[in-house]
């Protein structure tokens, strides 16, 4: 049986325009959080603390996390790949941080320059700090079900990695398919090989459409149990260390797809396809999501 309500975390923001080329203001991001917060959104990934040399896009975190007015039951989470950056997003108070890991050994070189072991000795002080300022820690795990370098990952090294996660204080772990590869039972092993680390409950999906499987991954995800997506409005996106990548499943196509099940997301549909609308029209492109373009074309 699938789930009754289920939980999107827009990574709009972050994922979708933190390899878009051309600047984005920071006033502009600001409004994109708010029309996301606006449409019931209850968690929004907002920018990540990484080196302005590595992502230059997000190289207005401080100024973005300080112009957004909060709203109550909100949450605002942001990546930090290091003590540096947890330091420099600390004065922003973030209600989480994200953590960053791959299954792939080349991806972890080329993403953040160091093996995965060495990222797990990297973040051991980052979640600790982080408990012990209250702060709840989420880890991404990239390319569970396929790598740009690699190829196809094993569960075993999903498993081993969420092993590791666990084993520093990672709170939550989100089950990436970084370049969309995955198809439905792949998507379930990497699920599968997760479980045997963190609850259900601490799980969540993140799905690239790439290959235009995503949905049929969020399905297969629903089915297990799995009752938390990362998502990114209007399909905004594209990871700048995985070539071709495209964005996450559209937060509108996901929302459709729910409420057509019967699930709750709190989301308003128009207020999320408005906001998905005022980024595309920024960025001159049409947005990616199947739903919206429907929906405007009536
Ligand atoms: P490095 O070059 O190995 O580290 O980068 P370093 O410690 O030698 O530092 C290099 C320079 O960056 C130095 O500056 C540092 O001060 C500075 P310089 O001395 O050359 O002037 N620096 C920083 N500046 C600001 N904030 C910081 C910071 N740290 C160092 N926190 C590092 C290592 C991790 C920093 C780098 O590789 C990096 O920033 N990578 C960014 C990777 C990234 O943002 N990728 C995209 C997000 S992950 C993703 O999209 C996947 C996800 O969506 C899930 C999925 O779909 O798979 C989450
Ligand atoms: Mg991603």
Redesign the pocket.
């Given at each position: 049986s699938y789930p009754s309500r289920v939980k999107l975390v827009d990574?709009g923001p972050r994922?979708g325009l933190?390899n878009e080329k051309q600047t984005v203001p920071a006033a502009v991001k600001i409004e994109l959080v708010h029309r996301l917060q606006n449409a019931g959104l209850r968690e929004i990934e907002v920018t990540?603390?990484?080196?302005?040399?590595?992502?230059p896009q997000?190289a207005d975190n401080s100024e973005v996390m300080a112009g957004i007015t909060r709203q109550p039951g909100v949450r605002y989470s942001v990546?930090?790949?290091?003590l540096?950056?947890f330091e420099?997003a600390l004065a922003s108070r973030p209600d989480e941080i994200?953590v960053?890991a791959?299954a792939s050994e080349a991806f972890s070189q080329r993403?953040?320059?160091?093996s995965i072991a060495e990222s797990i000795e990297r973040f051991a002080p980052v979640v600790e700090a982080a408990r012990a300022a209250g702060i709840y820690v989420r880890g991404?795990?990239?390319?569970t079900v396929g790598c740009p370098y690699e190829g196809e990952i094993a569960p075993e090294r999903v498993g081993y990695l969420a092993g590791l996660m666990k084993g520093i204080g990672v709170q939550h772990v989100?089950v990436?398919?970084?370049i969309g590869v995955g198809t439905p039972l792949k998507v379930q092993r990497a699920i599968e090989a997760t479980l045997a680390h963190f609850a259900m409950d601490d799980i969540s999906g993140?799905f690239?459409d790439t290959y235009g499987q995503a949905l049929a991954n969020t399905l297969a995800a629903l089915s297990m149990g799995v009752w938390q997506y990362?998502t990114s409005v209007a399909g905004l996106g594209g990871?700048?260390?995985?070539k071709g990548a495209t964005g996450?499943v559209a937060t509108e196509d996901v929302v459709y797809l729910l409420h057509g099940m019967g699930i709750d997301t709190g989301i308003d549909l128009d207020a999320l396809i408005d906001a998905g609308q005022y980024i595309s029209d920024f960025l001159g492109r049409p947005t990616q999501s199947r739903v919206a373009k429907a929906l405007l074309a009536k």
């Open positions: 990574v994922d933190q990540s603390f990484v080196s302005p040399k590595w992502v997000m990546l930090t790949p290091n540096r950056g420099a994200v960053f791959a993403n953040i320059n160091c991404a795990m990239s390319c989100g990436a398919d970084t993140h690239h990362d990871c700048p260390y995985a996450n």
